[in-house]
């Protein structure tokens, strides 16, 4: 089953303008995963959280976790057209298991 | 750079085929897996393995099996093809840990079952 879901489902923003994208999740995890698909190919890692930490940055990336509303959010920072694509997030270590569990995702398009 | 590779990027077969979706990572990770992506549906597990000969269900197992008989190779087999397997199968293999590190894809293999 589903655990995580994206919200929204799909987003479209002009370029320069920030992108802000939410996951929400209903068991506890030891890491959550955001992952980025361009169309028609595989996934890409884009940034890993693990359940001790609060925010976390990539270049224009930030990523933050509240484990106490099981919900994470992704933000992109002066998007490009080159950020189109859609975002997934994965969570993992479910009760000691190998199984990453991922949402349905969001769709991004920025317009330039 | 780790890389994962599947042997075809698009697939057609026909109803009741034996299909063998191929995947190969360079990276000498131990976990490997199967997925399958529909649209509104995300990804779902169809098998993963942590180690050689070694395999476990994922949420959507029926209709599949897989092989794992050297580390580096991970093979998604469809029995009897159907048209509701028509899809986007994704590989991916990650090291050593118990869901606690990235997860690297292959390229996808969109298969149609006609």
């Known amino acids: 089953s589903q655990q995580g879901e994206e919200d929204p489902q799909a987003l479209s923003i002009q370029e320069g303008e920030n992108a802000t994208m939410n996951c929400s999740y209903k068991?506890?995890?030891?890491?959550l995963q955001w992952y980025r698909q361009n169309s028609g190919r595989g996934l890409v890692h884009l940034i890993l959280?693990?359940?001790?930490?609060r925010e976390k940055h990539s270049g224009r990336l930030r990523v933050t976790l509240d484990t106490s509303k099981k919900s994470s959010s992704l933000l992109i920072t002066a998007s490009r057209a080159a950020d189109t694509a859609s975002y997934f997030c994965?969570?993992?270590?479910?009760?000691?298991?190998?199984?990453?569990?991922f949402g349905t995702g969001t769709r991004l398009k920025v317009l330039a | 750079d780790v890389k994962v590779t599947q042997s075809s990027r698009y697939l057609v077969k026909r109803t009741g085929e034996k299909v063998f979706l191929e995947c190969v990572q360079d990276?000498?990770?131990?976990?490997m897996f199967w997925y399958r992506q529909d649209p509104g549906l995300g990804l779902r597990l169809i098998y993963f393995?942590?180690?050689?000969?070694?395999?476990e269900k994922g949420d959507i197992p029926e209709g599949y099996s897989v092989s794992r008989e050297k580390k580096e190779r991970f093979s998604l087999i469809l029995e009897s093809a159907s048209t509701n397997q028509t899809s986007m199968y994704l590989c991916?293999?990650?090291?050593?840990?118990?869901?606690?590190?990235?997860?690297?894809f292959g390229p996808g293999t969109r298969l149609t079952v006609t």
């Open positions: 990276m000498d990770h131990e976990n």
């Open positions: 393995s942590y180690d050689v000969k070694m395999k």
């Open positions: 068991t506890s995890i030891n890491n």
């Open positions: 994965a969570t993992g270590g479910h009760s000691g298991t190998y199984k990453y569990i």
């Open positions: 959280i693990r359940s001790n930490e």
């Open positions: 991916a293999s990650s090291p050593i840990g118990q869901g606690s590190d990235e997860q690297y």
